[in-house]
């Protein structure tokens, strides 16, 4: 059995990383604030862009519609973009969005499919580079700042570049949909070729230039538009997470310390006892 020195040094060591916890959920909830402000802010800029998507690509036949579009009509070559966080202490937020993506990963390659990856923060990389080492493309980290155009379009662009140079045939992206404090989903959203919602469709216009032409333009901005919109909900997500997390860290701390008081003070009081029993069997041995 522990002594009281040892319970005594346990719980000075418990009540030190319970601090940690308590204070990363703070840093987690104000961050918080600001990631689902931006997160809510970029949604409405997505959901009109595919709007605008939608109604050009109604005025075009397949022949005319650009690669982007209407794909180059094979489904062989997988690429998989997997976006977690680069840091931990989430609980199981990246866990669950790089469980989706080995899922689809494995259903591909049982079907017979050339898949290959690129991910974006350390936690995907780490976690799927043990069984899918040899099919990593790339791998792009975050950093400390938030998600901006300058990060995602170098990603956008490689991702285009493999397309065009005919080394993939469809691309999914792998991120966590954030919808509140306690619920993150992960998400598969197709980038490439392009996924046209029929409801997004609207009035009938006439364009100048022709629709062919702005969709040339405007489809690379829309894949650098998705992978920013997938990092912002994924920043919110994490900090909802991490908050989530640190918080149940924080009270089974407490918990424990509550636990480990109550331990340390019978063991005390049993030592007090036992030297009791000592002085008086000596007392009446005399």
Do not use: C, W
Request: proline share 3%; charged share 20%.
């Amino acid at each position: 059995m522990a002594t009281v020195k040892e319970m005594r040094t346990r719980i000075g060591s418990v009540k030190s990383t319970q601090k940690i916890t308590k204070a990363l959920q703070m840093v987690a909830a104000a961050k918080l604030r600001r990631a689902q402000a931006a997160a809510e802010s970029a949604r409405p800029y997505a959901s009109r862009m595919a709007a605008v998507i939608a109604n050009l690509a109604a005025g075009l036949s397949g022949a005319d519609a650009p690669l982007l579009l209407a794909g180059n009509g094979s489904d062989q070559r997988h690429l998989v973009v997997v976006a977690t966080s680069d840091r931990g202490l989430a609980g199981g937020f990246n866990s669950g969005i790089v469980r989706a993506a080995r899922e689809r990963i494995a259903a591909l390659i049982a079907e017979g499919k050339d898949v290959r990856i690129i991910t974006i923060g350390r936690k995907a990389r780490d976690q799927l580079r043990r069984l899918h080492g040899a099919r990593f493309v790339e791998n792009y980290e975050l950093g400390l700042k938030a998600p901006d155009f300058n990060l995602v379009r170098p990603i956008a662009r490689r991702i285009i570049d493999l397309y065009m140079a005919g080394e993939t045939d469809i691309v999914t992206l792998f991120s966590s949909r954030f919808k509140s404090v306690v619920t993150q989903t992960p998400t598969a959203s197709q980038l490439i070729p392009v996924a046209v919602d029929p409801s997004h469709t609207s009035a009938f216009y006439e364009y100048e230039p022709d629709e062919s032409t702005i969709l040339e333009q405007l489809l690379p901005q829309n894949i650098g538009v998705q992978l920013l919109v997938a990092l912002l909900e994924n920043q919110a997500g994490f900090f909802a997470a991490q908050m989530t997390a640190m918080d149940n860290a924080t009270r089974n701390a407490g918990d424990l310390i509550n636990a480990l008081t109550i331990q340390m003070n019978r063991t005390r009081q049993a030592k007090i006892t036992t030297e009791l029993i000592e002085i008086i069997s000596g007392a009446s041995a005399l």
